[in-house]
């Protein structure tokens, strides 16, 4: 970054060089707070820099009643879910859906809000989940607010997932924690499986095989002392940004290395990008260790479809970045899911790939790009983290001449230190 640049406008940077700690997995974050709450504590949960969906969830569980001291980045919990409350659920679709399941085998009544992002998202799909295990669930026309009036014992169910997400599965199998009996749960595609791996970690029989997970309940998980992984997911800003760059060496230390968070470093190796994993420790159940990418290579088109886009599904923003250095023709489809994110993730990216010069074409599942003049541009985020990030990365990277951001405190839903932090790799 030019000494010019600021945190709501970006230049190239003359090098990217750094080692990063990075914040803690949301998507960990999320299920080490919930499912500590179930298991009634003790429970500690270490988490470093929590985004504000983290603390989100972590507000919703006080609210219906399970004691959360902080000391530092340590969370300590106690005491299960008791009492009937309307929760916030802020920006976070993670929390919403997979607290809708922890409460529904609970005798408690919750109603979840949030944002006005977050109630333009269909609550339907995990609405319809609950019910089929009898519990009672009212959605305002399909989104938020939304009510759950949970009850003890839920029946046991075979679900078959209308799209492969990780969080409708995770809601399923939380419900199914309350059945007396095998849930089973079939996904579309494969998806992250944090539940499954921390909930067998914590006692409860639960595995996956291939696109079926099964959980048997009634089952609660431990108590348990965890400290997050770094989120790889704010990797692969760095790990887009170095690859993009002519002089870029980085590395980020203590990230998540589960295999299905890793399908971006495999993309990018693909497009001919260098970058070696190192797992150095196993938290929970979760492999931790070292990413580390280097700049100066030239990139390769890639397609990306079927069941790929799962598990890029929150990295898919920062791949268009990619394939907008190329100068051949890039595709990305089957990600419908895109338009109901945080904002419509098809419509926010190819309108800032426009911005910046780029030859692109929305598609209604995705988007066809290429490289074509390197402009400067002022990006709309509509709020959403991610599209922040991914352009911040492409001026940074020398994708776009400069950006502006026109919300930049939006990265704080995921990434609080996103600034600091591209300060200090750019010099
Ligand atoms: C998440 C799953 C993904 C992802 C979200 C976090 C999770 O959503 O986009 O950021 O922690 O389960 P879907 O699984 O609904 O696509």
């Given at each position: ?26 998507s ?23 985004g ?118 995770g ?24 539940t ?52 870029a ?15 971006l ?64 023709t890039s ?75 026109d ?6 839903v ?9 300060a200090a790799?750019?010099?």
């Amino acid at each position: 970054m030019t000494p010019a640049s600021t945190r709501s406008s970006i230049t190239p940077a003359a090098r990217l060089r750094g080692r990063l700690t990075l914040p803690a997995d949301k998507s960990i974050a999320h299920r080490a707070l919930i499912f500590g709450a179930l298991s009634g504590g003790p429970t500690m949960v270490t988490i470093r820099s929590p985004g504000l969906d983290v603390l989100s969830t972590l507000g919703c569980l006080r609210a219906v009643g399970v004691s959360i001291e902080q000391s530092g980045e340590r969370y300590l919990l106690s005491g299960r879910p008791s009492r009937d409350a309307v929760v916030d659920c802020g920006n976070s679709g993670t929390t919403m859906r997979l607290l809708a399941g922890a409460v529904a085998g609970l005798p408690l009544t919750v109603t979840f809000d949030g944002d006005a992002s977050l109630r333009a998202r269909p609550m339907e799909r995990v609405a319809s989940i609950l019910r089929a295990a009898g519990v009672e669930v009212t959605t305002t026309d399909g989104h938020g607010p939304m009510t759950v009036v949970g009850r003890d014992p839920l029946m046991p169910v075979r679900h078959v997932l209308p799209v492969a997400s990780a969080q409708l599965l995770g809601a399923a199998v939380l419900a199914g924690m309350s059945a007396q009996g095998e849930t089973t749960v079939e996904a579309p595609g494969p998806t992250r499986d944090h539940t499954e791996r921390m909930l067998a970690h914590l006692g409860v029989p639960i595995h996956r095989d291939g696109r079926v997970t099964t959980v048997t309940g009634p089952a609660r998980p431990l108590p348990f002392d965890m400290e997050v992984p770094g989120d790889p997911s704010a990797a692969s800003a760095w790990l887009v940004a170095a690859a993009l760059h002519a002089d870029a060496d980085l590395t980020m230390v203590a990230v998540g290395l589960n295999p299905t968070r890793l399908a971006l470093v495999g993309l990018l190796q693909r497009m001919g990008v260098e970058i070696a994993t190192r797992v150095s420790e196993v938290s929970g159940a979760e492999p931790v260790g070292d990413i580390t990418v280097r700049g100066g290579r030239a990139l390769r088109a890639v397609n990306i479809s079927g069941g790929e886009v799962a598990q890029l599904i929150d990295e898919l923003p920062l791949i268009a970045i990619a394939m907008a250095s190329v100068g051949d023709t890039s595709e990305v489809r089957d990600a419908g899911e895109l338009r109901v994110k945080e904002t419509d993730r098809i419509a926010a990216t190819v309108a800032g790939l426009a911005a910046i010069g780029a030859e692109v074409e929305p598609l209604p599942d995705g988007w066809r790009v290429r490289r074509g003049t390197s402009q400067s541009a002022r990006i709309a985020t509509h709020g959403d983290h991610r599209i922040a990030i991914a352009f911040a990365v492409a001026a940074v990277a020398g994708v776009a001449s400069a950006v502006e951001i026109d919300d930049p405190d939006c990265v704080a839903v995921s990434y609080p230190g996103f600034w600091e932090d591209l300060a200090a790799v750019s010099g």
